[in-house]
């Protein structure tokens, strides 16, 4: 089992920013892709952003130019989701997910998610 420790939600006013912190421990491995995930009210699930153990990253189109996640080297398995220039859509209770992938004999990948207790991070006026 893999355990997920978040921090660094609340409110802010539009245009400010926040840091989301994220720390795995337990069962982890070396290959892993981390990443945050957030949920609106009434709305799916989405994945804002996520970096892999060699440092690739991807983000949703809406947070391009605002949010830069980052892994520390030294703690491989800290994550952080540096939240700059926040507009009031950026409202959502915020995940942190931890993803490994493995290869089945039966030759398909099989991916396994941990979840983070989720943090609120609101932003309004």
């Known amino acids: 089992q893999v355990q997920l420790v978040e921090s660094g939600g609340g409110l802010v006013q539009p245009g400010g920013s926040l840091r989301l912190s994220c720390a795995a421990s337990g069962r982890t491995f070396s290959i892993n892709v981390m990443g945050w995930y957030r949920q609106a009210p009434g709305k799916q699930r989405e994945l804002v952003a996520r970096i892999s153990s060699d440092g690739t990253t991807n983000y949703v189109d809406s947070v391009l130019g605002r949010f830069r996640i980052s892994r520390d080297n030294a703690k491989k398995n800290t994550v952080y989701l540096q939240m700059n220039n926040l507009i009031r859509d950026d409202t959502a209770v915020y995940y942190c997910?931890?993803?490994?992938?493995?290869?089945?004999?039966?030759?398909?990948?099989?991916?396994?998610?941990?979840w983070g207790q989720g943090t609120q991070v609101t932003v309004s006026s």
């Open positions: 997910n931890y993803r490994i992938t493995t290869l089945q004999a039966s030759g398909i990948y099989h991916d396994t998610d941990y």
